[in-house]
């Protein structure tokens, strides 16, 4: 195999390993996060911002609907690969990996209740989950920046 395809199936393997009884034993969503004012373009998003282990490891978990401007926006001290997945999650998501100036490095489509992991292609500090399609549909693409507090601008 490649060292990038290893690499991520290391990544994927310590992510289940990490995530698997914390994120199982969860059996309904987390109340609603704070939220931060980002801006793509002359869109605008409301996310919600997921910063402790819990807030992150829960995410969007048994979560019903999503109103068509809201993420949320998982925030780490560090860039690092990341991987996310979509178990207990019924909506179907687009996750952005966003590096630490605000540009879109990957943009993965997620399929509802799916333990199938999507990593990053490259270390970042930000993820951030919409609706499916959401970036499509507005001509988003990886290299767009985003804005507001959390990018610096």
């Known amino acids: 195999m490649m060292p990038n395809v290893i690499h991520r199936l290391v990544l994927s393997l310590l992510l ?9 034993a969860q059996t309904e969503a ?3 996060l704070s939220t931060v004012d980002l801006r793509a373009g002359m869109y605008n998003i409301r996310a919600e911002v997921a910063r402790t282990a819990l807030q992150t490891q829960t995410g969007m978990m048994f979560r019903n609907e999503m109103a068509a401007h809201e993420g949320m926006l998982f925030v780490f001290d560090s860039p690092a690969p990341r991987c996310f997945w979509m178990r207990n999650t019924p909506l179907p998501l687009t996750i952005a990996y ?6 879109i490095v990957d943009l993965i489509d997620m399929q509802p209740f799916s333990d199938r992991t999507h ?12 609706n499916q ?3 499509a549909k ?4 990886p290299g767009f920046k985003l804005k507001g507090p959390p990018f610096g601008s």
């Open 16 to 24: 289940a390993l990490t995530l698997g009884g914390t994120a199982s």
């Open 30 to 32: 987390q109340p609603k």
């Open 98 to 103: 966003i590096a630490d100036d605000g540009a």
């Open 119 to 130: 990593c990053s292609s490259q270390p970042v500090r930000f993820a951030l989950e919409m």
């Open 133 to 135: 399609g959401w970036f």
């Open 138 to 141: 507005r001509g988003i693409k």
